[in-house]
């Protein structure tokens, strides 16, 4: 069973310092996803990880990707409190067919609030 | 592009009563997922379809449950009886698989249920 687990689960910090998320997975996997959430709306994609060492950044946000430590971060630069959010990792594994998408596992989320 | 589509966003619902909810699609996606966020559980995957066919619908958690997706452009889930533990709020997602290439999950604005 794939488990992924973030920590930490809830951050408070304030602006201008810089913070990381981790999340683990448990199973080798083609592919990960950031997401955040704002209260009371729906999930908004930041970044999709496909291979080792793979690293995308989207203003103040850098995504990376271990495959090999089944790790990806989600660096925060400088923080602003527009920042402030859930921010989800999801791990898609192969289907067993070997082809086509497969459905997402969720870490539990990371509370984030960036005090001014 | 008017991304994907659910109705209603907001149901209230008896016990025992029937529910179904409704999504649609972004035009030209051969994916469709339904996914379920609570508080204690957080985001997990019910079904999914590929091309109008279900592919896993592991998540499903008993027969209450139960998805249709009758063409491309339409799919519903359906909770008969309805039982307050399923107060939660239901995403359908959907995406356009490439291969290699990466390629998202789109959400939609979700549909809270509460089921008194």
């Known amino acids: 069973e794939l488990k992924v687990e973030q920590n930490p689960l809830f951050l408070s910090m304030q602006e201008g310092k810089n913070y990381t998320i981790y999340c683990n997975y448990s199973?080798?996997?083609?592919?990960l996803y950031w997401y955040r959430q704002d209260p009371g709306k729906s999930l908004e994609s930041l970044f999709v990880l496909l291979s080792n060492g793979a690293v995308k950044q989207e203003g103040r946000l850098m995504a990376s990707l271990d495959t090999k430590a089944r790790l990806s971060t989600l660096h925060i630069t400088a923080a602003v409190h527009d920042l402030s959010a859930t921010y989800f990792c999801?791990?898609?594994?192969?289907?067993?067919?070997?082809?086509?998408?497969?459905?997402?596992?969720f870490g539990k989320g990371t509370h984030l609030i960036i005090q001014p | 592009d008017a991304g994907v589509i659910q109705s209603p966003r907001h149901e209230v619902t008896e016990m025992g009563q029937e529910v179904t909810l409704r999504c649609k699609p972004i035009s030209g996606h051969d994916y469709l997922f339904w996914y379920r966020q609570t508080m204690m559980r957080g985001l997990e995957l019910l079904i999914y379809f590929n091309n109008n066919v279900p592919i896993d619908d592991s998540g499903m958690p008993e027969d209450r449950f139960s998805a249709k997706m009758p063409n491309a452009s339409f799919s519903t889930l359906k909770i008969q009886p309805s039982e307050p533990r399923d107060s939660a709020v239901y995403f359908c997602?959907?995406?356009?698989?490439?291969?290699?290439?990466?390629?998202?999950?789109?959400f939609g604005p979700g549909t809270r249920l509460t089921v008194t």
């Open positions: 199973t080798t996997s083609d592919r």
């Open positions: 999801a791990v898609e594994l192969k289907p067993p067919s070997g082809g086509g998408a497969d459905g997402l596992t």
């Open positions: 997602a959907s995406s356009l698989y490439m291969g290699l290439a990466p390629y998202e999950q789109y």
